[in-house]
């Protein structure tokens, strides 16, 4: 396992946000690294073996680790494939969790909502302002060269309306030949990955793949990094391009006018789109064609990855408080692109606003 390799540098500690914001080496990658190392001992002690799997849950996913390690320990794919052992060996204690993945299992959001209601909600709100909106949801025979792929945060959270207005406004007035998916659409299966449930995302991405071939689309596009991994790594798309949607608006525009803004913006990249997808250049590429005035901030997570916001949520309220705090944030607008990174922004009080959102706002303003 790549888990013997780890020579106890220590590299991995200082970027880690959970390390950060706990301060005790069991909480590090390195500390878990080693328990791992030992795990022959920690087995003896059933309460110490379970607080091992506690802290497996105590991590955003974000990758820091992996990309910093000069040992080339794979500790995304460790947390991945220990977090999975943790649950399928012990379900009692993970119970919290079953709601979300019988949510999915039954209704395929993670909301565990009608899935019927999927376009309703963004639907009753946008159709009179997006000139044939409705029309652009799909059904069976309906073909599009684009398939706009919207996620369960985006379809059901009010938090997201206004990002979903400017992604679809944009695709209107850009002329684009789109379909959504409707309450055809599934769950893409990341949030089952995140607890190491491959099996269960099987099904999801094989109906999700299915419609996506049936409307005959060239390319996927998503705002959510996390259901762009799922729909580029897992659901064997073949010539079907996956794109975020900063990609597919930067590939559209050679130039766009100039966006005023009162104070510059501090640039958050999510970590699952600049480090795992490593897609760094589009959104940068597509700030710069509107002169867009920002100040990158360190590239950390924003706590809200890895399901932490469920597994848990005071933690994950320290991390973007921290981060808030030592980057400046609480003065300024944090410019993302990510519907997850929104909703912690959100949640703890902070000003946020995607590109897209800047973009539409600038193509209106001139009537492009
Ligand atoms: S950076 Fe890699 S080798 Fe160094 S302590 Fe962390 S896991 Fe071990
Ligand atoms: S993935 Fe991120 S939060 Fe998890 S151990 Fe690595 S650096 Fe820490």
């Known amino acids: 396992m790549s888990y013997d390799r780890c020579v106890r540098c220590g590299s991995c500690l200082k970027i880690c946000p959970i390390f950060d914001a706990m301060g005790e080496e069991q909480y590090s990658p390195r500390g878990k690294t080693y328990l791992l190392q030992i795990m022959d001992q920690i ?53 919290y969790l079953k709601p979300l993945q019988e949510a999915l299992e039954n209704v ?20 009179d302002e997006i000139p044939g909106l409705a029309d652009k949801v799909y059904e069976p025979g309906k073909k599009a060269e684009v398939m706009v792929f919207i996620g ?15 992604l679809l406004t944009t695709l ?90 009162e104070k510059p913006f501090a640039y958050h990249d999510p970590c699952e789109l600049h480090r795992i997808l490593e897609i760094k250049k589009e959104p940068r590429s597509l700030m710069d064609k509107m002169h867009v005035d920002y100040r990158d901030i360190e590239p950390t997570c924003c706590g809200g990855g890895g399901l932490l916001r469920i597994t848990d949520p005071n933690l994950s309220d320290i991390i973007i408080q921290m981060r808030a705090a030592s980057q400046h944030l609480k003065d300024t607008t944090v410019l993302t692109c ?31």
């Open 108 to 127: 395929q959001n993670i909301y565990g909502l009608d899935p019927e209601d999927r376009a309703m909600f963004w639907l009753d709100e946008l159709e």
């Open 152 to 166: 369960c945060l985006m379809s059901f959270r009010s938090s997201q309306l206004d990002v979903l207005r400017a």
């Open 172 to 261: 209107w007035k850009s002329g684009t030949d789109y379909l959504v998916m409707g309450a055809e659409e599934f769950c893409c299966g990341h949030p089952l990955y995140l607890i190491g449930n491959d099996e269960g995302a099987i099904e999801l991405r094989k109906h999700n793949k299915a419609v996506i071939e049936d409307a005959g689309a060239k390319k996927v596009i998503t705002c959510c990094p996390g259901c762009l991994i799922q729909l580029k790594q897992y659901h064997d798309l073949g010539d079907i391009e996956a794109l975020h949607h900063t990609q597919f608006f930067d590939m559209m525009y050679d130039e766009l006018p100039t966006y005023k803004a």
């Open 338 to 368: 990510c519907p997850s990174c929104r909703e912690q922004l959100l949640s703890n009080e902070l000003k946020t606003r995607d590109i897209i959102e800047l973009v539409s706002e600038i193509i209106e303003e001139v009537g492009e």
């Open 43 to 95: 087995e003896q002690d059933p309460e110490a073996a379970k607080e091992f799997r506690r802290l497996l849950f105590m991590c955003t996913m974000c990758g820091r680790c992996k990309e910093t390690c000069s040992s080339d320990v794979d500790l995304l794919a460790i947390w991945h494939e220990q977090r999975g052992k943790s649950i399928r060996e012990h379900p009692d204690e993970f119970a």
